[in-house]
């Protein structure tokens, strides 16, 4: 399917007539816009704000994938992640942030890395935006979580996430996403 990408883009286009902040948090950032349809109506849009984040899918020469349990107050359960965190600033290399990420959760560091796209979790209602990578040639040391840091860390063959994606037991969306993508990549 082939689109005229330019004047599909403007025939869709909404456009902001105003705006007017609702919540400014430490994470969140939360605004009301007006914006006008490409019908000429006007509607609100409610838009969640944020910095922007990234995650990473660590997989060891045997095939397994160093996952991670953690808590999440939000759905008052533990789930099964891949390690992952926001960027401390809007400017900090993604790259670092997840070098970083995988050595306080994980105790692991890597040699090779390579990107493997980004992923919008929310777009109807967020502007953030996760960057994820695969990470290989893994060397384990020591961890150092934050201070509010909680997890479990353990490892489970990619083969096997693989199938738990698909019977609905990891509910987690980049991780989700990750798996999929590292088992293409990998030829699982």
């Not at 095939?63 to 349990?69: A, F, P, T």
């Not at 789930?79 to 401390?88: C, T, V």
């Not at 796209?117 to 935006?129: C, V």
Request: hydrophobic fraction near 40%; proline fraction near 4%; charged fraction near 30%.
């Amino acid at each position: 399917m082939d689109f005229d990408t330019q004047n599909e883009n403007a025939r869709l286009r909404e456009v902001k007539t105003g705006s007017e902040e609702i919540f400014d948090g430490v994470i969140l950032h939360v605004q009301r816009d007006t914006v006008r349809l490409p019908n000429g109506n006007e509607t609100v849009r409610e838009v969640i704000r944020h910095i922007g984040a990234v995650c990473v899918i660590p997989v060891l020469e045997n095939g397994d994938v160093i996952m991670e349990r953690q808590y999440r107050y939000p759905l008052d359960r533990v789930i099964l992640e891949i390690p992952a965190g926001k960027l401390d600033s809007a400017g900090e290399n993604r790259l670092s942030a997840i070098q970083r990420e995988l050595s306080e959760e994980t105790g692991y560091t890597a040699d090779e890395w390579t990107e493997i796209g980004d992923f919008h979790p929310a777009p109807a209602y967020s502007d953030e935006f996760i960057t994820m990578y695969l990470a290989r040639k893994l060397r384990k040391g020591d961890r150092h979580l934050d201070a509010d840091e909680f997890l479990d860390v353990c490892t489970i063959p990619l083969k096997d996430l693989v199938e738990d994606v698909m019977a609905g037991k990891i509910s987690d969306a980049k991780t989700q996403v990750c798996i999929l993508k590292a088992a293409r990549i990998l030829g699982i």
